[in-house]
């Protein structure tokens, strides 16, 4: 660790002068990280990453643990893969907010992210991984590899549950990641103004996990590329579990014929929002009109009691729903059809979604579809502002479908974290937030003949919430499906 002697020119007034320097003490900023490699322990998602990947570097010029006979026999006893080190410190940096991987030349001397990699935190001595190493484990990947990546996340989803549940709800919604360089397939979004990558997240709504994130060129459609992935989701999970219930939540730019042709081929539920056309219009008509009669009447949204058809006067706003059976010109049967006819302020407000569930039509709306907000959109808000997964600046298409794993992996963690804080006051908190409260704690590191000693800040707020959340951890229990 360098020690700078150059003073930071502060100029403000003390009780006493006043002197400031980067110390050439052991510190870090990032003791917190020592909880995600508890939670590392409990899921081993870093390590099931890792065994996907194949090490076919010249082994007598390796320096950081990639050959299994190099590798520490504590870790080849517990089945720990040899580019276990290289793969956790990435995924580590990625959750501590560094992205990039030119972070890695600092941080490999950092105490804290020696000892989660498995190394001895002496001053000098075990440095970790550098930024070419890093950025050569990147683009080594394969397509091959690419593959059993995918795999893996699906079957540790279904390894965590405790057992087969009754009913599974998946969100599906694609994000866009802009892109300022010249990567492959980066191309221009009319919708977007930009040039981007459009990547598809398809999560669990309960749990928040991420099954499939798949990445996408630049000018794809919302479904473009999903039918291939849903048809080998849904054969994967019917193999674990025969009788389980699956319900597929989207908007309306996945209710595409082929994608609504499948679900009820292999009997998945689904719910997708639908674009209005001049014939949905005709048939919202009269609830249109009867919404802004009641809105003229009362100066509020229209609302729909819970029982009967017409709206009525009410203190609360709401809107008026009915359900249709609509058969598109691509599609082989007529389908249930939900209207939901608002009038506000500015127009009308009409929307419509297509399904096979005969939930009543508000409730149906109100009650399961919006819910996708907060568990779909709100994760892509999350792994885009908390994890960074919208950075993708390799040249590679396939190295960035690696990196967006890597943030997968990373968001996975920071559930379990999240899990281990339940009846705190982070209980919901953002993965930002966990990492400005949690993560970014500092440390003082030392190393002796018998231990290595962490010592945290005195009057660290979230004390408690620690030891709390670190006991929880230590019990040996994955916690995200518990």
Same mark, same amino acid.
């Given at each position: 660790?360098?020690?700078?002697?150059?003073?930071?020119?502060?100029?403000?007034?003390?009780?006493?002068?006043?002197?400031?320097?980067?110390?050439?003490?052991?510190?870090?900023?990032?003791?917190?990280?020592?909880?995600?490699?508890?939670?590392?322990?409990?899921?081993?998602?870093?390590?099931?990453?890792?065994?996907?990947?194949?090490?076919?570097?010249?082994?007598?010029?390796?320096?950081?643990?990639?050959?299994?006979?190099?590798?520490?026999?504590?870790?080849?006893?517990?089945?720990?893969?040899?580019?276990?080190?290289?793969?956790?410190?990435?995924?580590?940096?990625?959750?501590?907010?560094?992205?990039?991987?030119?972070?890695?030349?600092?941080?490999?001397?950092?105490?804290?992210?020696?000892?989660?990699?498995?190394?001895?935190?002496?001053?000098?001595?075990?440095?970790?991984?550098?930024?070419?190493?890093?950025?050569?484990?990147?683009?080594?990947?394969?397509?091959?590899?690419?593959?059993?990546?995918?795999?893996?996340?699906?079957?540790?989803?279904?390894?965590?549950?405790?057992?087969?549940?009754?009913?599974?709800?998946?969100?599906?919604?694609?994000?866009?990641?802009?892109?300022?360089?010249?990567?492959?397939?980066?191309?221009?979004?009319?919708?977007?103004?930009?040039?981007?990558?459009?990547?598809?997240?398809?999560?669990?709504?309960?749990?928040?996990?991420?099954?499939?994130?798949?990445?996408?060129?630049?000018?794809?459609?919302?479904?473009?590329?999903?039918?291939?992935?849903?048809?080998?989701?849904?054969?994967?999970?019917?193999?674990?579990?025969?009788?389980?219930?699956?319900?597929?939540?989207?908007?309306?730019?996945?209710?595409?014929?082929?994608?609504?042709?499948?679900?009820?081929?292999?009997?998945?539920?689904?719910?997708?929002?639908?674009?209005?056309?001049?014939?949905?219009?005709?048939?919202?008509?009269?609830?249109?009109?009867?919404?802004?009669?009641?809105?003229?009447?009362?100066?509020?949204?229209?609302?729909?009691?819970?029982?009967?058809?017409?709206?009525?006067?009410?203190?609360?706003?709401?809107?008026?729903?009915?359900?249709?059976?609509?058969?598109?010109?691509?599609?082989?049967?007529?389908?249930?059809?939900?209207?939901?006819?608002?009038?506000?302020?500015?127009?009308?407000?009409?929307?419509?979604?297509?399904?096979?569930?005969?939930?009543?039509?508000?409730?149906?709306?109100?009650?399961?579809?919006?819910?996708?907000?907060?568990?779909?959109?709100?994760? +892509?808000?999350? *792994?885009? /502002?908390?994890?960074? =997964?919208?950075?993708? $600046?390799?040249?590679?298409?396939? #190295?960035?479908?690696? !990196?967006?794993?890597?943030?997968?992996?990373?968001? +996975?963690?920071? *559930?379990? /974290?999240?899990?281990? =804080?339940?009846?705190? $006051?982070?209980?919901?908190?953002? #993965?930002?937030?966990? !990492?400005?409260?949690?993560?970014?704690?500092?440390?003082?590191?030392?190393?002796?003949?018998?231990?290595?000693?962490?010592?945290?800040?005195?009057?660290?707020?979230?004390?408690?919430?620690?030891?709390?959340?670190?006991?929880?951890?230590?019990?040996?229990?994955?916690?995200?499906?518990?």
């Amino acid at each position: 660790m360098k020690k700078s002697s150059e003073k930071l020119p502060f100029n403000f007034n003390t009780k006493k002068p006043l002197e400031v320097n980067f110390s050439g003490l052991d510190l870090s900023s990032d003791a917190g990280l020592l909880l995600v490699k508890q939670a590392e322990e409990n899921l081993k998602i870093g390590q099931g990453i890792s065994t996907c990947l194949e090490d076919d570097r010249e082994q007598h010029k390796v320096k950081h643990s990639l050959s299994w006979c190099a590798f520490p026999c504590a870790l080849r006893r517990r089945g720990v893969a040899p580019l276990f080190q290289l793969v956790s410190q990435r995924i580590y940096k990625i959750l501590a907010g560094y992205e990039d991987t030119n972070d890695s030349n600092d941080l490999r001397h950092d105490p804290i992210f020696k000892i989660i990699c498995d190394k001895i935190p002496k001053m000098g001595a075990e440095l970790l991984a550098s930024q070419p190493t890093i950025s050569r484990l990147e683009n080594r990947i394969t397509k091959q590899e690419i593959k059993r990546i995918r795999r893996f996340f699906v079957d540790k989803f279904l390894q965590n549950y405790p057992e087969a549940p009754e009913q599974i709800v998946l969100d599906i919604d694609g994000f866009d990641a802009f892109t300022h360089g010249h990567q492959q397939l980066s191309l221009f979004h009319g919708y977007y103004g930009h040039q981007i990558y459009f990547p598809v997240l398809i999560n669990e709504a309960k749990s928040g996990y991420p099954l499939i994130v798949q990445l996408r060129p630049g000018n794809s459609h919302a479904g473009k590329g999903v039918l291939g992935l849903l048809r080998w989701l849904f054969w994967r999970l019917r193999k674990a579990w025969p009788d389980v219930k699956i319900i597929l939540r989207g908007d309306g730019g996945f209710s595409l014929p082929e994608i609504i042709n499948l679900c009820e081929k292999k009997d998945i539920k689904y719910v997708f929002g639908f674009s209005s056309n001049a014939v949905l219009k005709r048939k919202i008509n009269y609830l249109l009109d009867l919404a802004r009669l009641q809105y003229f009447r009362t100066q509020k949204k229209a609302h729909r009691p819970r029982r009967g058809f017409l709206g009525v006067r009410t203190e609360q706003a709401a809107r008026l729903f009915d359900d249709v059976y609509y058969a598109a010109k691509s599609w082989e049967k007529p389908r249930r059809l939900v209207m939901k006819a608002e009038w506000l302020e500015k127009g009308g407000n009409p929307r419509f979604l297509v399904t096979n569930l005969e939930t009543e039509a508000q409730e149906l709306y109100d009650n399961f579809y919006v819910q996708r907000g907060a568990s779909s959109e709100h994760r +892509i808000k999350e *792994l885009k /502002l908390g994890i960074n =997964a919208d950075r993708l $600046s390799c040249h590679k298409f396939i #190295v960035n479908q690696f !990196r967006l794993f890597l943030c997968q992996a990373a968001y +996975i963690l920071m *559930l379990e /974290l999240r899990a281990s =804080a339940k009846g705190t $006051s982070l209980a919901i908190a953002q #993965v930002s937030r966990l !990492r400005e409260t949690i993560i970014k704690i500092a440390a003082k590191v030392s190393v002796s003949v018998r231990r290595t000693l962490v010592e945290l800040a005195a009057h660290c707020p979230f004390r408690d919430d620690i030891l709390f959340m670190v006991k929880r951890l230590s019990s040996g229990q994955q916690l995200t499906f518990s």
